[in-house]
């Protein structure tokens, strides 16, 4: 089975931009999370999305938005960027919601200039 | 909410010891507890779990972690560490009930073997 696969893996912008990130869950897997790595915050979760709903959500500003597509994939926008917002953006999918096992892909690399 | 805390940041060791990672958690309710290893250039893998059950857990490369409720602690062993141990080692803890805040990460240990 094919893991999680995210897209692009390297992402350079500037400040005030917008991106949007692509996620791809594992086959069979309805639960898609996404969490933002940074060396001075770790890794903070952002959201989760199953069956094209959020779930829910992290304590990160309204910038960060999300969706789930009905195949399970799911998309990650940030506006207005600001030089904080470089980090590695990590999707995780798992089968369920809630308490499941979540497998990782190998993330987005985001620098803003 | 929810924490994680890891102790130590960054363990070096030589290859053959024993190796013991510290976690403990805060959240007063029933949780599901993990072990992510990032090595080198690589994306999280999962080490290991613990649902419910037998609060001795095996994961993979003969790793274990021992739940111990009443620590609220949730630490990493391996009798014998080898030089393709060296990586990122995170502890995290989500609620059983559903993780309205997801995962919760520790900050993470940096563990390098020495050959």
């Known amino acids: 089975k094919a893991g999680v696969t995210q897209t692009p893996r390297y992402l350079i912008k500037t400040r005030g931009q917008q991106v949007t990130l692509s996620c791809s869950p594992i086959?069979?897997?309805?639960?898609v999370s996404w969490y933002q790595q940074t060396p001075g915050q770790g890794l903070q979760f952002l959201f989760e999305?199953?069956?094209?709903?959020?779930?829910n959500k992290g304590n990160f500003p309204g910038r960060f938005s999300g969706r789930q597509f009905s195949n399970s994939r799911s998309e990650m926008n940030v506006s207005t960027l600001e030089l904080g917002d470089s980090a590695l953006y990590l999707c995780?999918?798992?089968?369920?919601?809630?308490?499941?096992?979540?497998?990782f892909g190998p993330g987005t690399r985001l620098t803003v200039l | 909410a929810q924490s994680v805390s890891q102790h130590n940041h960054h363990v070096i060791l030589s290859e053959a010891a024993s190796l013991e990672l510290g976690c403990n958690y805060s959240?007063?309710?029933?949780?599901?507890l993990f072990w992510y290893v990032q090595y080198p250039g690589q994306h999280l893998q999962l080490l290991l779990k613990?649902?419910?059950?037998?609060?001795l857990v095996k994961g993979i490369k003969g790793f274990e972690a021992e739940f111990i409720k009443s620590k609220f602690s949730f630490n990493l062993r391996k009798p014998s560490v080898q030089w393709s141990d060296t990586a990122e080692y995170f502890c995290?803890?989500?609620?059983?009930?559903?993780?309205?805040?997801?995962?919760?990460f520790g900050k993470g240990t940096h563990l390098i073997i020495q050959p």
């Open positions: 613990y649902f419910s059950g037998d609060p």
């Open positions: 995290a803890v989500t609620n059983s009930g559903g993780g309205a805040d997801g995962l919760t």
């Open positions: 995780a999918s798992s089968f369920d919601s809630g308490p499941d096992t979540q497998y």
């Open positions: 959240y007063g309710g029933t949780v599901n």
């Open positions: 086959s069979g897997h309805r639960s």
């Open positions: 999305y199953f069956s094209e709903t959020q779930r």
